[in-house]
């Protein structure tokens, strides 16, 4: 079945320090979502990708998806503590199944002050 | 316009009990999903159903587990027979329709502590 992974598992920054996670999937996506969940809370949808080669920008936040649609990453400039979570990929599945999300294990982001 | 409401949200269970957890899904959407979180993990795929019909379980343990969407109420998963490896969050997700372009809300989760 389809798999995402994601890399790395764990990152701490210094505050003021980039941040990168990237993402790969199994199978060719018709679109990536990416989604942040804050310690003890659920998970909050950020941007959904959907081109080949998109770039979308929020703030310091910059996504990624990949050309063959089936990479993407998410950047983040010049961290702040509010941006502690961990941030999770996930693809749609293909055909019937393309309601269920498939999630990746997420990066754990850990920002010093 | 309330979001996705779960309850209870925290839940703890003693071995071979009962566990009822409820979603309300957004205004307007009819379309619910089940995830489960285990700790450090990713969410996991387990069930979507649509008003009195389960749509996809096949994430969704053969045993112990089931789920409705009643026409009226909110939708439920139930665990009977809890064991210690049921331990973990329950979100469920709604959207307003389904293919591919469809942003799933989360709620808040049901942390379920199997003792």
């Known amino acids: 079945g389809q798999q995402v992974m994601q890399i790395p598992q764990y990152q701490h920054v210094q505050e003021g320090e980039d941040f990168t996670t990237y993402c790969n999937s199994s199978?060719?996506?018709?679109?990536i979502q990416w989604y942040k969940q804050r310690p003890g809370g659920h998970p909050v949808f950020l941007i959904q990708?959907?081109?080949?080669?998109e770039v979308k920008k929020q703030k310091r936040l910059t996504f990624q998806f990949g050309e063959a649609k089936k990479n993407s990453s998410l950047h983040i400039t010049a961290t702040q503590t509010t941006d502690v979570g961990t941030y999770f990929c996930?693809?749609?599945?293909?055909?019937?199944?393309?309601?269920?999300?498939?999630f990746g294990k997420g990066t754990k982001l850990s920002v010093i002050p | 316009n309330a979001g996705v409401m779960q309850n209870p949200r925290h839940l703890v269970r003693r071995r071979g009990q009962e566990a009822r957890l409820r979603c309300s899904p957004m205004?307007?959407?009819?379309?619910v999903y089940w995830y489960r979180q285990l700790p450090e993990e990713g969410l996991k795929f387990m069930v979507y159903?649509?008003?009195?019909?389960?749509?996809?379980e096949s994430g969704m343990p053969k045993e112990r587990f089931s789920a409705e969407f009643p026409k009226e109420g909110p939708s439920i998963l139930r665990i009977q027979q809890v064991v210690r490896g049921d331990s973990a969050a329950y979100f469920c997700?709604?959207?307003?329709?389904?293919?591919?372009?469809?942003?799933?809300?989360f709620g808040p989760g049901t942390r379920l502590t199997v003792l």
């Open positions: 997700a709604s959207s307003p329709g389904t293919g591919t372009y469809n942003e799933q809300f």
């Open positions: 199978t060719t996506l018709s679109n």
């Open positions: 990708l959907v081109k080949s080669g």
């Open positions: 996930a693809g749609p599945g293909s055909g019937a199944g393309s309601y269920q999300l498939t």
């Open positions: 205004k307007g959407h009819s379309h």
């Open positions: 159903l649509q008003k009195e019909n389960i749509i996809d």
